[in-house]
């Protein structure tokens, strides 16, 4: 009774200028959490922090405020800002629009954002209601007590800080950025006894300091799982993109013990995607982020573990067992495997690049340094989908985003409706015929040579940030030897193995290789490191799912 009681008094505060809006929050509220909750509905501000003093003092507890960005004289960060002093413990939710989630992205620096909705949020019952019961879920844990965060502390031009950086977001740990070279960043060095000369500095949750971590000390410092729970399941995933989450999630909710190995964060090329505008479901779009975090929880209510930050570097057949081997000497086995190891944007061979990597060049998105390219010139290199979408992220923000084209045109490698977004884009210019000669810079980039490839001109330009999209290469070297791959290296499955009707050497079943599997039975692949796959997250999740199917065939006639 006790509880029930705190419950009733426990307010979610909602806070936005328009009426309409704010009356349609409220009403969704309501109809979920009325009957435990008050909900407290404000429309602006001022008026939201006068009912939070007001409820301070009475004692009421406070459990979600959710904000609009987008108000006159307090803006919603403003507003959760000085809301963070009156009940610091509170939940916190800003609403934007799409056009304003780089704010959103910000405010989890500003005033420790818990989380942030598009408007409009509806179904509410896909869109608000499961972050809005998170989150009552960990206020509920937390004793009502502020919840510390991660705190890192780097430089701007530091390789293995952006490194950091890009891992944590990636991976939905919130994390708060100190530069090396203010104060704030300079007491917390000092505190851990460092003098700035080893960076990142990573202060832990709980207060424990770590010097440069490597991603598998960072996982587990962080709370990330990194260690199995069992030696042995029905299913390995080996990658954490599109095809393994999709593999993941069918495989743990059709009854296999599943379990997924990623190296570094799951979302995989996707995951950095900054706006998916041609996935089925998702009209207005769908950032990468967005689609990997409800993967990823949706895989994991079905009872998927998920391995973070482990390298897998072999697989071996050990009778009807298939053994994966990690880079610290253990291994899991299983019953099957499914390859999802995806793959990795090219290198750009030129020279100075290399010395500059993390240091204003970037390859894939990058979404980590966004903000800082405000107002500044960006050069994007490539010409494919990805390119285009970071093109078009970046252009919201950057004084100009310059796409720089080997090919003679974009209509090889990009879809129709990038190519008549970035046309529309007036900050946004395509350079076809035109490759990267050099980079320069001390410490970071400051100037290019582009060079034209048919006359052979070179042209030195000012640039501090450059993002790289070049191809894929497959993470599959580690599999030399075990499994047939193409000469590119790229996983040959199902009719691939059999051109000439013959199983491929060494097959010892009576059937041929499923749609799916590879040279080894029991050992299937799915997404883009299988040879001549769409290259599509639509196709990749289908993969994953159809690989399952196939497994459960293999399992059957084991």
Known sequence: MAQAAESARTVILTVDDDPGVSRAVARDLRRRYGAGYRIVRAESGESAL?????LKLRGDLVAVILADYRMPQMNGIEFLEQALDVYPGARRVLLTAYADTNAAIDAINVVDLDHYLLKPWDPPEE???PVVDDLLAAWRTSD?????????VGHRWSARSSEVREFLARNQVPYRWYSSDEPEGRRLLAAAGQDGQRLPLVI???????????????ASKVGLATTPTADFYDLVVIGGGPAGLGAAVYGASEGLRTVLVERSATGGQAGQSSRIENYLGFPDGVSGAQLTDRARRQ??????EILTAREVTGLDVNGAARVVRFSDGSAIAAHSVILAT????????????????????????????????????????????????????LSRGAKSVTLLVRGPDLTASMSYYLIQQLGEAPN???????????????GHLERLTLRDVESGKTE?????????????????????????????????????????GRPPAGWELDRPPYHLETSVPGVFVAGDARAESAKRVASAVGEGAMAVMLVHRYLEQS
């Open 50 to 54: 006068e009912a939070l003093r007001e």
């Open 127 to 129: 869109k608000l209601y």
């Open 144 to 152: 009502h007590r502020p919840v510390p965060s991660t705190k890192v």
């Open 204 to 218: 832990t949750a709980e207060g424990a300091p770590l010097v440069e971590p490597d991603a598998p000390e960072l």
């Open 299 to 304: 895989a994991t209510k079905f009872g998927a």
């Open 342 to 393: 995806g793959v990795s944007y090219r290198e750009l061979r030129a020279p100075g690049l290399e010395e500059l990597t993390g240091c204003g060049v970037f390859y894939g998105s990058a979404l980590t340094e966004a903000a800082s390219c405000q107002g500044q010139d960006v050069y994007i290199v490539g010409g494919a989908n990805s390119a285009g979408q970071a093109a078009m992220y």
């Open 428 to 442: 946004i210019s395509v350079r076809c015929g035109t490759v990267v000669e050099e980079a320069h810079g001390d």
């Open 460 to 500: 030195l330009v000012d640039a501090q940030w450059m993002f790289v999209f070049i191809g894929a290469a497959p993470l599959t070297d580690w599999l030399d030897g075990t499994v047939l791959r193409d000469g590119r290296g790229f996983i040959l499955a199902g009719p691939d193995l059999t051109p000439d």
